[in-house]
């Protein structure tokens, strides 16, 4: 089931506790410490997620595209979520309240399948981005972030974005593990190849 499939879905089975956003660019769905008991489903648009380094610094980890999920589900005991999740474009996401997604991923298969195959395809893009860092040079890694982010996105009012291209180059550092002067640094040299 895609999302358009599984937003609509949850629309009609549990109206009640959905919530359909439309989120500017630059704006917050949530900061870091913000007690936000939802999960987010986006149907348009780009959103950045992260959480604050030890200095209170951005650091972003993830970005998503529609299709993906995002949000505290609340499965840890005694952890604090820290993550924030800012728009990259306009957006439309889906807030489920979380109550009840958590009791649709359990008792209904057409949710359950659907967050299944949507867990493991966020922990391949992980895992993924994790071999990276461990045997690409920095300039594979960002040739491989500039592919994952290549393909066109429409944001809220229906524009077309790229994703890498909304990505400032301290973003990209904290995807491929680098420091923001090495990315500038290869970008360069890419360029006036």
Known sequence: ???ASISDYFLDQVPDACTRCRVERGEYVYKAGDNRPFIYLIERGVVKTGSLGPQGERVVYDVLQPGETFGDLDYLDEVEFFEFAQAATSAVVLAVDRS???????????????????????????????????????ENRLLHLSRQYGAPVRDADHGLHLPFELLSHQEMADLVGATRQTVSKKLKQVIRR
Do not use: C, I, S
């Open 1 to 3: 089931m895609n999302l």
């Open 100 to 138: 009840m997604f958590r009791h649709r991923t359990v008792h209904d298969p057409v949710v359950a399948e659907w967050f299944g195959q949507a867990v493991v395809r966020r922990w391949y893009k992980a895992e993924v981005r994790l071999l990276q860092r461990a045997r690409e040079t920095v």
